[in-house]
């Protein structure tokens, strides 16, 4: 390569090649973060949706026996899978409060549904159709920036 009198590149020289850039050294843009809690909130708002619509129809199959072991699994998977839209999204985009919209966005859905399908068919016994909607609105992003916060705060513990 010719040198200049200024000691820089002839300009007819060939640019020096730019390292390869993986994914990860990108910065993430402001669609990214929101692309995860939208995709994180409609897969667990559709696996709540398919939880709960299950929980429904085997309490009306078993009949009231079963009604309190039924509901505490459905608790416990609606938490695990808040969870994991939580983690998920605070490990993709670095930032635990994105979780907040991803969870939001699945239990709306889940409310959303879960709502119709109380008002087609409405459960045995005393309901309160505005108290179930509320909880599970609630529960979505409570439940996903928890998990997000805890997810983050080990994370930079261990240093991974």
């Not at 929980?55 to 509901?71: H, I, M």
């Given at each position: 390569?010719?040198?200049t009198p200024?000691?820089?590149?002839a300009?007819?020289?060939p640019?020096?090649?730019?390292?390869?850039?993986?994914?990860?050294?990108?910065?993430p843009?402001a669609?990214?973060?929101?692309?995860s809690?939208?995709?994180?909130?409609?897969?667990?708002?559709?696996?709540?949706?398919i939880?709960?619509?299950?929980?429904?129809?085997v309490?009306?199959?078993?009949?009231s026996?079963?009604?309190?072991?039924?509901?505490?699994?459905d608790?416990?998977?609606?938490?695990?899978?808040?969870?994991?839209?939580?983690?998920?999204?605070?490990?993709?985009t670095?930032?635990?409060l994105?979780?907040?919209?991803?969870?939001?966005?699945?239990?709306?859905?889940?409310?959303?549904?879960?709502?119709?399908?109380?008002?087609?068919?409405?459960?045995?016994?005393?309901?309160?159709p505005?108290s179930?909607?509320?909880?599970?609105?609630v529960?979505?992003?409570?439940?996903?920036?928890?998990?997000?916060?805890?997810?983050?705060?080990?994370?930079r513990?261990t240093?991974?």
């Amino acid at each position: 390569m010719a040198l200049t009198p200024g000691g820089g590149r002839a300009p007819s020289a060939p640019p020096a090649p730019r390292p390869a850039r993986d994914a990860r050294d990108r910065p993430p843009t402001a669609a990214k973060p929101a692309l995860s809690a939208l995709r994180w909130g409609l897969l667990v708002g559709g696996l709540l949706i398919i939880a709960d619509l299950t929980t429904r129809l085997v309490l009306q199959r078993a009949g009231s026996d079963a009604t309190d072991p039924v509901a505490a699994v459905d608790e416990v998977l609606n938490g695990l899978l808040l969870v994991t839209a939580g983690i998920s999204v605070q490990r993709e985009t670095g930032r635990a409060l994105w979780a907040v919209p991803a969870g939001l966005l699945a239990g709306f859905l889940d409310a959303v549904v879960v709502a119709a399908a109380n008002y087609l068919n409405p459960p045995p016994g005393p309901y309160d159709p505005v108290s179930e909607l509320v909880v599970n609105i609630v529960q979505g992003p409570v439940v996903a920036l928890a998990a997000a916060l805890i997810s983050s705060f080990v994370r930079r513990r261990t240093g991974t």
